[in-house]
């Protein structure tokens, strides 16, 4: 199984959801057809599955490092650098991922499970506590927290976006550190960009 969700998410980074097919798959992944249906009765099937472990995988990154900070500021800090070290190192996912939750790209919306959409907004409730912890402790000002995760999010996904658009192994850290500090500039209490 594992074979064919490596060769899977390797053509819908590289095809897209609807250029793959089942027999791509398994030709990836050296195995016959008919096998690959033993264990996903469909592309949709197996295409969830897929988001579902990627997220999941997503969600402990930034599980493991938000738990180990104190402040919301670094809470917040972390939750950026983790979400783009996790791309960095995922960058096909990072491709499906961009073309199913960014809104600047199109999405396929496939087979997005109930799973995979919970997977996500588990991600993004993350940064909301961090943020409404910031304005009840007076570090962040005040502000609808709805609204600053969705900016927060349009912030990381365009230096993603970015990354992907780059040359492999280019370096965007400057971008991502001119917008992280932009970020934390605008939510801190007192200062602004």
């Known amino acids: 199984m594992e074979d064919f969700l490596r060769a899977a998410e390797r053509l819908f980074a590289e095809k897209g959801y609807r250029q ?29 599955e897929l988001l579902e472990r990627k997220l999941a995988a997503y969600l402990d990154h930034l599980r493991e490092r938000f738990d180990a900070q104190a402040s919301p500021r670094d809470r917040l800090r972390t939750l950026v650098r983790a979400k783009m070290d996790f791309f960095r190192q995922n960058r096909e996912f990072l491709r499906i991922f961009a073309q199913e939750f960014v809104p600047e790209a199109t999405s396929m919306a496939a087979a997005l499970t109930p799973e995979a959409r919970e997977l996500r907004e588990r991600c993004l409730t993350m940064t909301r506590e961090a943020i409404e ?58 200062e602004r960009p």
């Open 20 to 48: 793959t097919t089942m027999e791509d798959i398994a030709r990836l992944a050296e195995y016959g057809t008919g096998t690959i249906y033993r264990y996903f009765e469909s592309k949709e099937a197996l295409y969830g």
């Open 133 to 190: 912890e910031g304005m009840r402790s007076g570090e962040f000002r005040s502000a609808d927290p709805v609204l600053v995760v969705t900016a927060i999010s349009g912030l990381t996904n365009e230096i993603l976006l970015r990354y992907l658009r780059a040359p492999e192994g280019e370096h965007i850290g400057e971008i991502e550190a001119f917008m992280t500090d932009f970020m934390e500039r605008g939510l801190l209490a007192g």
